[in-house]
């Protein structure tokens, strides 16, 4: 039971530390979070995870406002 509690408690921990972007909005990091998700699910052959996706657009975005 508390194997599965613990699984539980990461599974839902980890699509925070994704979202949880200093220095992004709330607004584009949900904007970028749903182009990933689509892109990745869309696409079978997908090379990349969504993670990834979110990680690169980030770093992107963040670059555009310096």
Do not use: F
Not at 29 to 44: D, F, L
Not at 50 to 60: F, T
């Amino acid at each position: 039971m508390k194997t599965a509690l613990a699984t539980l408690v990461v599974a839902l921990a980890a699509p925070v530390a994704v979202t949880a972007s200093p220095g992004v909005p709330d607004s584009v990091m949900s904007h970028i979070t749903q182009n990933c998700n689509a892109s990745v699910a869309g696409n079978s052959e997908a090379t990349q995870s969504d993670e990834n996706c979110i990680a690169i657009a980030v770093e992107a975005y963040q670059k555009t406002q310096r």
